[in-house]
């Protein structure tokens, strides 16, 4: 079966070693460091730690940590930190799909990145708000941050944003029926995933250009991208 996957990315330059675990275990791991955790920026971190990974689970308790990220922070006078929680509001609102709140805070997080000279996570605000105007959806305005963003990620080589932001001009020019445009931005993420050997993001990344196939009328084609998509997805036992 295909499934057209939106890559949505928000990199924290300074993720923990307990955010790189998965779902509630990550959180349930995240909760207890917190609760032995002292007012600090330390803090800030776990509270932003735990906004992000609750905005696609239960972004109403998400929002409620980032909260308390940015006042800590804001006592604390931790720039960064500040920023941080705004992007994790405006993921979490974007969940609660409050898109216009959700930009405002990705605004407020891009001004304080901007302020404070930090290059990549700039260009993670441009992705971020490009993300939000997608799924207005305002087509238009996506692609004005998504270039930003994929523009930034260029001149700072770093792939990883590179090719999300690439899968996600993949996606919007194929919602616009630029098909050309769209089979050549997921060419761009696929090149990384197979670089990376990101056996996901390759299944997602061939199963986006199948459909892309499929609505161009290239039956075979579609066909065979699904194909090599679903043999992907079996071997990692990941067939829905």
């Keep these: 079966m295909k499934r057209t996957i939106v890559f949505f990315i928000l990199l924290f330059s300074h993720y923990t070693t307990l955010c790189q675990k998965q779902g509630q275990a990550k959180i349930d791991s995240l909760v207890l460091v917190l609760d032995k955790s002292v007012a600090d920026t330390n803090r800030v971190i776990l509270f932003n730690d735990l906004a992000y990974a609750l905005s696609n689970i239960n972004p109403d308790k998400g929002l409620a940590y980032a909260d308390e990220a940015l006042k800590l922070a804001e006592h604390l006078q931790y720039k960064n930190g500040e920023a941080q929680a705004y992007s994790n509001k405006g993921l979490n609102l974007t969940s609660k799909a409050d898109y216009s709140t959700a ?3 990705h605004f407020k997080a891009l001004s304080i990145q901007e302020e404070l000279g930090n290059k990549q996570n700039v260009a993670v605000c441009y992705s ?4 939000v105007y ?24 770093f792939d990883r944003g590179f090719a999300t932001t690439s899968g996600n001009l993949g996606l919007l020019f194929y919602a616009k029926e630029e098909y050309e445009n ?20 390759m299944a997602t990344c061939i199963g986006n250009m199948g459909n892309v196939y499929l609505a161009q009328k290239q039956y075979g084609k579609a066909l065979e991208f699904d194909l090599r998509a679903m043999h992907i997805n079996e071997k990692m036992g990941d067939i829905v």
Excluded: H
């Design 103 to 105: 930009l405002e805070n």
């Design 128 to 131: 971020n708000i490009g993300v």
């Design 134 to 157: 997608n799924n207005q959806p305002n087509l238009n305005k996506a692609q004005e941050y998504y270039l930003k963003a994929l523009a930034a990620f260029k001149e700072l080589n």
């Design 182 to 201: 769209a089979l050549s931005y997921f060419n761009e993420a696929l090149s990384y995933a197979q670089k990376n050997n990101d056996s996901t993001s």
